[in-house]
C-alpha cells in the first residue's frame, strides 16, 4: 500500500521529466536549424537552399507539434494523479479509524 503519497513530489517527478524532453526537442530544433543553415551556406544553387530551409521549416513544426502533444499529455496527468490521490487521501483518512477499530477488534477476539 502507497502511504505518504504527496501531490506536489508527484508533480515535481512529472514536471521533471517534461522538462528533460522540452529540454531535447530545444536541442534538436536548435540542431536542425545550425544543420540546414550550414547546408544551405554550402550548397551551390539557390533552389537546393531553398528546399533545405523548407525541409528545416517542416522539422521545426514537427517538433513544435510534438512538444505540444507532449504537454498536454503531462499537465492531464499532473491532473489525473493529484484528483486520484485527493480521492485515495480522502477515502484513507475516511476508513482508517473504521480499520483500527476492526484490528483492535481482531486482537482482541483472538486473544
Not at 517527478?13 to 544543420?35: D, E, P, R, S, Y
Not at 544551405?40 to 505540444?68: E, P
Request: proline share 1%; glycine share 6%; with cysteine.
Amino acid at each position: 500500500m502507497i502511504r505518504n503519497l504527496q501531490v506536489g513530489s508527484v508533480a515535481l517527478v512529472v514536471l521533471t521529466g517534461l522538462l528533460i524532453v522540452v529540454f531535447f526537442v530545444v536541442v534538436a530544433a536548435t540542431n536542425a536549424i545550425a544543420v540546414s543553415v550550414v547546408v544551405s551556406m554550402v550548397a551551390a544553387g539557390g533552389v537546393l537552399a531553398v528546399l533545405l530551409a523548407l525541409l528545416a521549416a517542416i522539422y521545426i513544426g514537427t517538433l513544435f507539434v510534438a512538444v505540444s502533444v507532449i504537454s498536454v499529455t503531462t499537465i492531464a496527468t499532473v491532473v489525473a494523479i493529484t484528483i486520484a490521490t485527493g480521492i485515495y487521501s480522502i477515502c484513507y483518512y475516511l476508513y482508517s479509524p473504521f480499520l483500527a477499530m476492526m484490528q483492535s477488534s481482531l486482537q482482541f477476539l483472538c486473544l
